[in-house]
């Protein structure tokens, strides 16, 4: 690169707390600290955030001198939303950045709210159990366990909303324990108790012992395997 005829390149872009999916970064910090790094020394000339739905505009305070490193700190807290990051910087020849940079940034500090089925105290006449994880926003799955056995990897969805699987499961009670995060780190972790009962009851004769009695009169007990 020659600093002579082009402007300032971005060589990265990081935002405390957060994570970026699909070139969007994420954070769940309202006051959040964002840092970007040139290749060479600039001075930023526009900065600020603007939210995409109100138009709210948050101006930031950028640096006077060349630096390759620009530090921009939150005054106030946010509103949860999506924003874009607008910077434009020049190198010292005066030049500057071409196309100017937005960058989406994305503040949200909601926990997820999440719908199990099979729901909590339900009955289940099948071995083969229909398990679905449904989340009001896209998030990733940290667990899902069953009476303590890890079952996450057998979870597929098409988009990071709703999980679904299949899994056989014996006659018994079973404890569905779930933890996501979103892509803002925020934690959901929720349960549902529920009962597979697909086998047959078993009925057998408990007294007498045998079907026969040497009395004219007596107790008749019946028993069951449930």
């Known amino acids: 690169m020659h600093s002579n005829i082009n402007g300032p390149k971005v060589l990265n872009i990081s935002v405390s707390d957060s994570s ?41 305070q950028g640096n006077t001198e060349l630096s390759t490193k620009v530090t921009f700190n939150v005054a106030e807290a946010l509103p949860n939303g999506e924003y874009t990051f607008e910077l434009n910087a020049k190198n010292k020849n005066n030049i500057f950045m071409d196309p100017p940079l937005n960058q989406i940034i994305v503040i ?5 709210k999440l719908g199990i089925i099979p729901s909590n105290g339900t009955t289940i006449n099948s071995s ?22 890890e079952l996450k990897d057998r979870f597929s969805t098409t988009d990071n909303k709703v999980f679904k699987a299949t899994i056989t499961l014996p006659d018994g009670n079973k404890n569905l324990e779930v933890e996501a995060s979103d892509f803002a780190k925020n934690k959901i972790s929720s349960s549902s108790f529920f ?14 012992k045998f079907g026969t009695s040497s009395k004219s009169v007596f107790d008749l007990v019946i028993g069951t395997d449930n």
């Open 20 to 60: 970026t999916i699909l070139g969007k970064i994420f954070t769940g910090n309202q006051k959040p600290t964002i840092e970007v790094n040139f290749v060479e020394p600039a001075i930023v000339t526009h900065s600020r955030l603007v939210n995409k739905k109100t138009g709210l505009i948050v101006g930031l």
């Open 108 to 112: 949200d500090n909601s926990k997820p």
């Open 128 to 149: 083969n159990v229909l398990i679905q994880l449904s989340f009001d926003k896209e998030v990733t799955l940290d667990t899902v366990k069953i009476n303590s056995e």
């Open 195 to 208: 009962i597979v009962d697909a086998e047959p009851i078993s009925i057998s004769l408990v007294s007498p």
